[in-house]
Antibody, heavy 128, light 110 residues
Framework: QVQLVESGGGVVQPGGSLRLSCAAS????????MHWVRQAPGKGLEWVAY????????NYADSEKGRFTISRDNSKNTLYLQMNSLRTKDTAVYYC?????????????????????WGKGTTVTVSS | QSALTQPRSVSGSPGQSVTISCSGA?????????VSWYQQHPGKAPKLMIYDVTKRPSGVPDRFSGSKSGNTASLTISGLQAEDEADYHCCSYAGSYTWVFGGGTKVTVL
């Protein structure tokens, strides 16, 4: 079945770096755009970053631009999030999520604007 | 990118209806009708409930419905059931490969 499994979370000091991974299975990973979404303790979801299916286009929430880098290795069915200059406010559960896509009534492969599959998340704690 | 605004909590008795609002600036919605809603039980991953403002994925009960008027989207749960007690998050595509979530709403079944 379609599955996303995040890893790489842990405890890191402010100013440190961490790389998260998301292993995908059960679907053709190279066909789908992917997101990172995070949730600070007791807070709502926050969109972090998106990367196109082929890795040629990415974008970030304003607060993460310049510090985080999203990337993917389609040969390994894996999504990454490199996080640098970490701050205490980056403490959160980080989820990877798959962008929904499918064939519309005209037979065109269409990329929808929502996330249809989520991983269970990996916890990042930034603390001294 | 500012978060969409949702009420922190709503509540209702079993069988009643509750509506959760999700409002923002026109730029937050990007001029699109690409609002989605996610249900999240404690300690669990989010689950898609509504997409493209009004559409329900297969398997989602028809007591969940979505709408949008101007810069406010809404999720209505009709015939509230105990298992509907959860957090609900709205999300909108904001253009140029960016998305924005609301702050989340806790639904309590009394």
């Amino acid at each position: 079945q379609v599955q996303l499994v995040e890893s790489g979370g842990g405890v890191v000091q402010p100013g440190g770096s961490l790389r998260l991974s998301c292993a995908a299975s059960g679907f053709t990973f190279s066909t789908y755009g992917m997101h990172w979404v995070r949730q600070a303790p007791g807070k709502g979801l926050e969109w972090v970053a998106y990367i196109r299916y082929d890795g040629t286009k990415e974008n970030y929430a304003d607060s993460e631009k310049g510090r985080f880098t999203i990337s993917r290795d389609n040969s390994k069915n894996t999504l990454y999030l490199q996080m640098n200059s970490l701050r205490t406010k980056d403490t959160a559960v980080y989820y990877c999520a798959k962008r929904a896509a499918g064939y519309d009534s005209s037979g065109y492969f269409y990329y929808y604007h929502y996330m249809d599959v989520w991983g269970k998340g990996t916890t990042v704690t930034v603390s001294s | 990118q500012s978060a969409l605004t949702q009420p922190r909590s709503v509540s209702g008795s079993p069988g009643q209806s509750v509506t959760i609002s999700c409002s923002g600036a026109s730029s937050d919605f990007g001029g699109y009708n690409y609002v989605s809603w996610y249900q999240q039980h404690p300690g669990k991953a989010p689950k898609l409930m509504i997409y493209d403002v009004t559409k329900r994925p297969s398997g989602v009960p028809d007591r969940f419905s979505g709408s949008k008027s101007g810069n406010t989207a809404s999720l209505t749960i009709s015939g509230l059931q105990a298992e509907d007690e959860a957090d609900y998050h709205c999300c909108s595509y904001a253009g140029s490969y960016t998305w924005v979530f609301g702050g989340g709403t806790k639904v309590t079944v009394l």
